[in-house]
């Protein structure tokens, strides 16, 4: 006997719920990923992950967040500067010419250079800042992990999407093939004159509908197929469903919004975001302060000879700088009013998050808790019409079935094997849905942050 699982996983807490497998038929269709398989889609998966340009385009984002926690601690830095100019004068209307207060001659030839250091030491408004980028890069960070969940997510679900109209597509094919016979035996039956002409043109007519559900989930097929090679392109399409372990199983309600709350990587990032933007706060708020640096010059110049390096002339100095702005024309006001309002904003981005992110886990939850129970009646449907497809076959031609029993029996078999398949495909898309919320994913997957950081 094949054993299906319905791994209903419900991607909170820490706490591990076993999972529940039912016995059923080898007449049931094998739906799930054998281990092999299963091993290699993931490496395959993280591969695709990492040469998307979402993946690409998020990693960017935090190198260019990590630069700019380095151009805020600069700040914290001596600052050395050179400047050099030169003059040349070529004649002056002015030389040798005699004034009321002497001699007038032109400009003299003159060469400058001067060496510049400055060392911030007191301005607590760069600290704050330093932590306000130290902040958005981890926020960023965190974006990045919420965009590869939503990526990994977006992928699985296409390989249960394409798993799924690929079993549809060959149960399909079947019940096509299950009709055309059913009508050729019917037109055996009206030309010997057992049957009305009427139970063929039925017979016809069912025969129709089949071949057009047959087109319509080669259409689905082919479209989830053709997403799923632009999303892995160097991935064998999934034939089967993919599956989770049971380790992943949290079915506790306060439990799993407990952890979705936790470590879900977007609550996570608007944590951060607040933070950033209380220090952004205080950053404004102290820019009411003074900034106090230390500057040491050093000046050599000539005056007579023109862009020689002997320049015997020299000037040494140190200065203590003291800024502060006693009145900015209500500029200092706004910026502390904007940074306020920015930070509550994050806030309550975050009160938004939490409801929406507590509500779907609450509402995968009810849909998981009954999980087993809806593959188990899917499945035993599932077998009840194909026995009774099987019966009604053997005494076709035996006993005196009706037309409308024998295709109403092919009906409800490819109708109970169609709910089977997408039952089981929504179980299963709830699970990872699920794993998503509650900051699961990315260990399933094995893409941690390590790992994303090393690309």
Not at 176 to 205: C, F, L, W
Not at 258 to 279: M, V
Not at 404 to 411: C, D, V, W
């Amino acid at each position: 006997m094949k054993k299906y699982c319905s791994m209903v996983l419900l991607l909170v807490v820490g706490t591990a719920a076993p999972v529940t497998c039912y016995a059923a038929t080898e007449d049931v269709p094998t739906l799930i990923m054998e281990q092999q398989t299963t091993e290699q889609f993931i490496v395959d998966l993280q591969q695709a992950i990492y040469n998307h340009p979402t993946f690409l385009a998020a990693n960017a984002a935090v190198a260019q967040s990590s630069e700019r926690v380095n151009i805020a601690k600069s700040g914290l830095k001596p600052q050395v500067g050179l400047t050099g100019s030169g003059t040349k004068s070529f004649a002056s209307s002015k030389e040798n010419e005699f004034s009321f207060f002497g001699q007038t001659s032109r400009i003299q030839d003159r060469t400058d250079a001067s060496l510049v250091i400055s060392q911030l030491l007191f301005d607590s408004s760069t600290g704050h800042e330093i932590k306000v980028q130290e902040n958005t890069e981890l926020a960023d960070q965190l974006a990045r992990d919420q965009a590869v969940v939503q990526l990994a997510l977006k992928m699985l679900t296409n390989c249960l999407d394409t798993a799924s109209f690929s079993l549809l597509k060959t149960m399909v094919a079947d019940s096509v093939a299950r009709h055309q016979e059913i009508t050729d035996q019917i037109k055996v039956r009206v030309e010997s004159g057992r049957a009305p002409m009427r139970e063929y043109s039925r017979a016809n007519a069912r025969l129709a509908e089949a071949r057009a559900k047959q087109v319509n989930t080669d259409l689905n097929h082919r479209g989830a197929l053709a997403e799923f090679r632009q999303l892995m392109p160097n991935t064998q399409a999934c034939e089967k469903m993919l599956t989770v372990g049971a380790e992943n199983l949290v079915l506790d309600s306060q439990l799993a919004i407990e952890e979705a709350l936790a470590y879900n990587p977007a609550i996570q990032e608007s944590a951060l975001r607040i933070k950033a933007a209380e220090e952004n706060l205080a950053k404004q708020q102290s820019n009411l302060g003074p900034r106090i640096t230390l500057d040491v010059r050093g000046d050599k110049y000539n005056s007579e000879q023109f862009f020689l390096s002997d320049l015997p002339d020299y000037d040494l100095y140190a200065g203590i700088n003291f800024n502060v702005d006693l009145y900015s024309g209500g500029r200092k006001k706004s910026q502390i009013n904007v940074a306020f309002e920015q930070l509550n904003e994050s806030r309550y981005r975050q009160a938004e998050l939490v409801k929406i992110i507590t509500a779907n886990t609450e509402s995968l939850l009810t849909e998981l808790n009954n999980a087993e129970t809806r593959v188990q009646i899917f499945q035993q449907a599932f077998l009840a019409n194909a026995d009774s497809r099987e019966n009604l076959r053997l005494q076709f031609v035996s006993a005196n079935v009706s037309l409308l029993e024998l295709l109403q029996a092919e009906r409800d078999f490819l109708e109970s094997s169609e709910n089977m398949v997408l039952n089981q495909r929504s179980v299963l898309l709830a699970e990872f849905t699920e794993l998503a919320l509650l900051g699961r994913l990315l260990n399933f997957i094995g893409q941690d942050n390590s790992a994303m950081i090393a690309r």
